[in-house]
Structure formats: C-alpha cells, structure tokens
T-cell receptor, first 114, second 110 residues
Framework: NAGVTQTPKFRILKIGQSMTLQCTQD?????MYWYRQDPGMGLKLIYY???????DKGEVPNGYNVSRSTTEDFPLRLLSAAPSQTSVYFC?????????????FGPGTRLTVT | RKEVEQDPGPFNVPEGATVAFNCTYS??????FFWYRQDCRKEPKLLMS???SGNEDGRFTAQLNRASQYISLLIRDSKLSDSATYLC???????????FGKGTTLSVSS
C-alpha cells in the first residue's frame, strides 16, 4: 500500500492563479481531510469528506473548494491564490470505524504564493 | 481557555533524560486524546491514543487528568531519534474533527 499520496510536493504560484492539489489514498478509507499548517502553528482543517459525494467545510474553507467523486481521490482547489495561502497542505484519511481519530497523513504539498 | 494548548518549548535534553510535556484542553466532554509526532518538514504520525486514565508504550507514557483537563506525555531514556515536534490532539465538541495543538519541540543531544 502506498498509503496517502499527494502531488505536487512543491509549487510556487503567482497571486490570482488557481491550482489543484491532488490527494489519493489506497486504504479504502471513507474519511478524508485537508489541512493547512502555517509555520509554528497547529494544523487547521480546511475541508473534510465522509465518503464519495459528501464534503463539508472545516475551520478555514475560504478560498478553497473540494470534490469527492471516488473513495480514493480528494482534490483541493485553490480558486485565486493569495499570499495568505502560503502554507504546507496535508491530506489525511481515516478508517470508517475510527472517524476523525487515527488519521493517516500524506507527505504534504509546500505552496508559496508570491 | 484555548481548545488545545501546549508549551511550545523547545525542550533541549541530553540522551537518556526523562522529559514530560503537558497539554491543556477546553472541551470537558472529550473522551479520547492523542499524541502525534511530527518530524521536521514531514507529516504528522500517530504516536499514542489515550481513552481512559493513561496509556503506556515502551518508553512513552501518556496520562490524562480529567479534573484539571490536561494530558501529559512522558518520554523516558530519551534517544536522539526522539527529536521531533509532539502534537497534542483532541476531538472537537461535535466529534467531527480533530483539533491540533501547535506542538512542543523536543531536541535530544548526545
């Protein structure tokens, strides 16, 4: 099992550009999450999904969008990049019987907006 | 009180030392608590879960004090490889998401 994979690993965007961060898991987990982590700060939940076709906002959803068409994939879209979105983005998943608890994280995407 | 609060450190200790981190939380109804470990520029990984008064796994012991609403992580016989940031994690009130603390940084030196 590859676990949770994320692409790209690094990206530099100009203000106003859009992009999609990809996340895939091969553990057949129903629950998936997107977090951002700013330097010296804890992880903040952006969006989460409890299964294909179901998504919900987390603590900091503004400026982002998500979709969940399959169990495996949970892409995060930045609509119009702003410097405040410079951060490390982590995707995570958890098994259906351990909702929100034992989460498995991908390696992260480091995004810089200039 | 903040949802989850940790002493950021850093804690600088020699190999073999015993070190303890504390974490306070605001949700008195929380039934489960977690410690995640995050290496520099890496993803967080689950270290320990705490569902009752405490949990022990080798050199690591997590203890829960519900009356004072804090959990602690004790590391005995510290190794160089224990150098990392330790994140205290508590479910939110709705039970729909995890709240991550900012983390406590540990540096173990030889």
């Amino acid at each position: 099992n590859a676990g949770v994979t994320q692409t790209p690993k690094f990206r530099i965007l100009k203000i106003g550009q859009s992009m999609t961060l990809q996340c895939t898991q091969d553990m057949n987990h129903n629950y998936m999450y997107w977090y951002r982590q700013d330097p010296g700060m804890g992880l903040k939940l952006i969006y989460y999904s409890v299964g294909a076709g179901i998504t919900d906002k987390g603590e900091v959803p503004n400026g982002y969008n998500v979709s969940r068409s399959t169990t495996e994939d949970f892409p995060l879209r930045l609509l119009s990049a702003a410097p405040s979105q410079t951060s490390v983005y982590f995707c995570a998943s958890s098994p259906p019987d351990r909702f929100a608890y034992e989460q498995y994280f991908g390696p992260g995407t480091r995004l810089t907006v200039t | 009180r903040k949802e989850v609060e940790q002493d950021p450190g850093p804690f600088n200790v020699p190999e073999g030392a015993t070190v303890a981190f504390n974490c306070t939380y605001s949700n008195s109804a929380s039934q489960s608590f977690f410690w995640y470990r995050q290496d520099c520029r890496k993803e967080p990984k689950l270290l320990m879960s705490v569902y009752s008064s405490g949990n022990e796994d080798g050199r690591f012991t997590a203890q829960l004090n519900r009356a004072s609403q804090y959990i602690s992580l004790l590391i005995r016989d510290s190794k160089l490889s224990d150098s990392a940031t330790y994140l205290c994690v508590v479910p939110n009130q709705a039970g729909t998401a995890l709240i991550f603390g900012k983390g406590t940084t540990l540096s173990v030196s030889s």
